[in-house]
């Protein structure tokens, strides 16, 4: 036999060595699952003893004395020192920085635009930007009282009145003394009442209803911020050549509430633009007074003239009531007894036509709706005028013709750039110090109106040859 191995007996071998092979592999991945599953058994053994010891801290915690304080930093428990070794973030935020205000020679001034009842403004240059700003100079009268609270009730006012239509508050600045106090306003060509004076023609039903609801925007801002303006008239409302309409002036500006604080001054509001309950004394109002001076302003926008020039209080009060008629007890319920209103002599049973408004007759050209409008604004009883919020949801506005886009707004010459312009004399806002009291006299108003009886006129005659 020969002594060869077969080729039989190879195989056979080879497969025993595979055979082994395989169960060596299998027994070392097991060996490693087993030590991977034990691994994972102490480690969350781990984490419920740390859990547990957390646990008891907070429960020893839990059950110290509130107020007690510690005196030591000895002991600290584990959560103290992982937040000790933790970096710490520096949080920021944008907030304004404190500092001293510029001085006035930062701004070079280009010319005057005009003075008003609490300041004098001018038309100016930043030296820094070269961009053209409102400066405006308040008078400090009365200085050796402190500064003026009509100052700082206009910086305050203006400072918080962020809106489209109201002007920009940028900056205060000062001059070398105690008097030179300015605040920086951005710059606005052109104010209502010189405009107005300007123009041939009124401005179009649709260009009213768009400086209509811009001013009226402006005032809801207001008095959703609890701000009473208290001096609305158009020379204080600013336009610029974008078709924008500015509300500028808050000398007589101050907070307000619900109720309105008590003992207020009676003597606000420009003459023209001043409501009946404040001709008559009143010393607690509200955002009335405001609306009154918007539906001036609205049959002044529309008649291209103040409707109500009065001379003096006495006149105002009369120019009122012919226009509104007559309050009774009944469309004005306790108007009596206001201080001035006892001074007046009205008729005790007025003829009806006589406390009729003349609204319709004065606007004959303005619609149904515009009327509607019109006579809520000038109702002689405060509690019936509408807000501000509610003018805007007026039909007057939705119906036709459409308020104009202001894109489509004429351009006019600025006055405040030194081109000479026709102005009329207009009555100035009150002063301050000039008195807080408006009293009457004996006014007789009786014969306003005619006699209770109407009578007819004689009539005319044609002579015929």
């Known amino acids: 036999m020969s002594s060869a191995k077969s080729r039989w007996a190879d195989n056979a071998e080879e497969e025993v060595q595979r055979k082994r092979e395989k169960e060596e ?54 959560r103290t020192k992982e937040k000790a070794e933790q970096p710490r973030k520096l949080l920021r935020f944008a907030a304004p920085a404190w500092g001293p205000c510029r001085h006035v020679d930062n701004f070079e001034r280009l010319n005057h635009i005009e003075e008003g009842s609490y300041g004098w403004v001018s038309r100016a240059r930043e030296t820094a930007t070269a961009e053209v700003v409102a400066l405006k100079k308040l008078k400090m009268d009365n200085l050796n009282d ?81 701000i009473l303006h208290r001096d609305l008239k158009t020379s204080n409302i600013l336009m610029n050549n974008q078709g924008e309409i500015k509300l500028a002036d808050f000398g007589m500006a101050r907070y307000t509430g619900d109720p309105p604080p008590p003992n207020l001054t009676q003597l606000v509001v420009t003459l023209w633009y001043r409501a009946p309950e404040l001709l008559l004394g009143a010393k607690t109002y509200g955002f009335e007074i405001d609306l009154w001076s918007v539906g001036c302003i609205f049959g002044e926008l529309l008649q291209k003239e103040p409707i109500l020039q009065g001379k003096n ?49 004065t606007f004959a050209l303005l619609t149904n709706a515009g009327v509607d409008l019109l006579l809520s604004l000038l109702s002689l009883n405060p509690d019936g005028r509408p807000s501000a919020a509610e003018v805007l949801d007026h039909p007057y506005f939705k119906e036709d013709p459409k308020p104009k886009a202001k894109e489509m707004f004429p351009t006019f010459p600025s006055k405040a750039g030194q081109e000479k312009q026709r102005r009329r004399d207009t009555p100035s806002a009150p002063k301050r110090g000039e008195g807080g009291k408006v009293e009457f006299g004996a006014v007789d108003l009786s014969g306003l109106f005619g006699a209770e009886r109407e009578e007819g006129g004689a009539g005319f005659q044609l002579r015929m040859g």
């Open 146 to 226: 402190g500064f003026p609270v009509t100052a700082l009730r206009e910086i305050q006012t203006l400072k918080e009145s962020s809106h489209t239509h109201i002007v920009d508050l940028r900056e205060v600045v000062v001059g070398d003394t105690l008097d030179d106090v300015f605040i920086v306003m951005e710059f606005v060509e052109h104010d209502l009442k010189t405009l107005q004076d300007s123009m041939s023609e009124p401005f179009l039903p649709s260009e009213t209803k768009t400086l209509m609801a811009q001013l009226t925007s402006a005032v809801a801002f207001l008095h959703s911020h609890w």
């Open 313 to 361: 209080e006495v006149d105002q009060i009369s120019k009122i009531l012919t226009l509104m008629g007559i309050p009774t007890d009944t469309t004005w319920p306790g108007f009596r007894r206001l201080p001035n209103a006892r001074s007046l002599r009205l008729p005790p049973n007025p003829p009806p036509h006589a406390t009729k408004p003349n609204i319709r007759r």
């Open 25 to 78: 592999k299998k027994r070392a991945k097991l060996e490693k699952q087993r030590q991977a599953e034990e691994e994972e058994v102490r480690r969350k053994k781990a984490e419920e003893e740390a859990a547990a010891r957390k646990d008891e801290q907070n429960r020893e915690d839990s059950d110290r004395p509130t107020k007690r304080r510690r005196l030591s930093h000895d002991g600290e428990d584990s």
